[in-house]
């Protein structure tokens, strides 16, 4: 596995070798405590230029933000923005990128790839249309945190804080108005970025969340996924991640058998999600029993997994939800439940599946029809609903 075992989101063969270089060096991302306690969040601490990955006439920032962690502390964030270069015309709507599962160690952050750019699904439809994007790497992706995987009020913190650190930038013109748009563990922000935005942020407006394959069911998404490497794999960095977070022993945890190709697979870095799934060698060593408790009725494990299961969104939220058929990672079935209780709770749900499509392509599937349907939004035209 390479960068240890490789960015998700594309199978062309093109993409792989333009993240087949080397990444950028991980920068100083120290803040002070007391200088994290005095700021607000979205307050941006340092702005480095990107050097390549953006196409001719388009602008990006790596950024350092302030953001906030699960427990209400203070935290700072790494994340991307990038804005077409031209003058805006008026405030640029903002989509809040929010990326797949990378790994859960700091060097897995998305904007220490060389091409950012080009694992933003739709990224050229959008600032075709002038939009701003907003792409943070999560809390603990790029700084020395531990990384809260699929803890959605982090993710979701990260995600909105992220338009907020845009509006500080003058040459960026971002507007208050704002969509996002997440695959994988990035639905899942998605999603808890449409619960929680209004009372997080009331000074920015939602238009709608958009998502392909999300984390939704965390209970039958573990169980469902027991059965393959890959989602051995994911399990694993979800237990190293939780471990490190909330300070759980992993002697208590992972069978001591495989200890050694336990922490090789959790530590590792997503960077080619098809060599992934596809179970790549080193997936191949982890045990299929490498666990020494069941997370489902662990007292440790089970009530952080029913805590971050998203709930139905707000009554009347816009919502666009791409499902692949041929995906085994997230059921279809499982996202055809969560789109049935989104719709009992009131919300207007464009459900789009996709034949034959996998889990890896979705959102690279799913792109251009997110970003027309973000852009009726924008436009402030009622969301179609394919809620009976």
């Not at 050229?124 to 995987?149: F, N, R, S």
Request: some cysteine; overall charge neutral; aromatic content about 8%.
């Amino acid at each position: 596995m390479s960068r240890n075992l490789g960015l998700a989101g594309l199978a062309l063969a093109a993409l792989m070798a333009l993240i087949a270089g080397p990444v950028l060096a991980v920068e100083d991302t120290h803040v002070e405590a007391g200088e994290l306690a005095r700021s607000k969040p979205g307050t941006i601490f340092r702005v480095w230029p990107m050097e390549g990955g953006v196409r001719p006439g388009i602008k990006g920032y790596r950024v350092l933000y302030r953001s906030t962690n699960f427990d209400g502390r203070p935290v700072a964030v790494t994340g991307a923005l990038i804005f077409p270069a031209e003058a805006a015309r008026g405030p640029r709507p903002v989509v809040a990128w929010a990326h797949p599962t990378t790994g859960v160690v700091s060097g897995c952050a998305p904007t220490l790839l060389p091409n950012l750019s080009q694992v933003i699904m739709g990224i050229d439809e959008m600032t075709d249309k002038g939009w701003v994007i907003a792409a943070t790497d999560y809390i603990g992706l790029g700084t020395k945190d531990p990384h809260p995987y699929l803890i959605g009020i982090a993710a979701a913190n990260a995600v909105i804080d992220i338009v907020r650190a845009a509006r500080q930038l003058k040459d960026i013109e971002a507007g208050e108005r704002f969509a996002v748009w997440g695959h994988s563990q990035g639905g899942h922000a998605a999603l808890y970025t449409g619960l929680h935005a209004k009372k997080y942020a009331p000074e920015l407006e939602l238009v709608g969340v958009a998502a392909a394959a999300p984390a939704t069911e965390l209970a039958k998404l573990f169980k469902a996924d027991e059965g393959t490497a890959s989602g051995r794999g994911l399990t694993a960095m979800t237990v190293l991640a939780w471990s490190r977070l909330f300070r759980w022993p992993l002697g208590e945890l992972v069978d001591g058998s495989a200890m050694r190709a336990f922490e090789t697979v959790a530590s590792d870095c997503i960077e080619d999600l098809p060599q992934f799934f596809q179970e790549d060698q080193d997936l191949k060593t982890l045990p299929r029993q490498f666990l020494k408790v069941d997370p489902l009725t662990d007292p440790n494990f089970a009530p952080v997994i029913a805590a971050n299961t998203p709930g139905a969104l707000p009554a009347g939220m816009s919502v666009f939800i791409a499902q692949g058929t041929a995906d085994t990672t997230v059921r279809p079935e499982i996202t055809k439940d969560y789109v049935r209780g989104l719709c009992a709770g009131g919300a207007r749900v464009h459900l789009k599946m996709m034949p034959g499509v996998s889990h890896v392509t979705v959102a690279l599937d799913a792109a251009y029809d997110a970003v027309a349907w973000m852009a009726e939004r924008f436009r402030g035209s009622l969301a179609p609903n394919s809620c009976g």
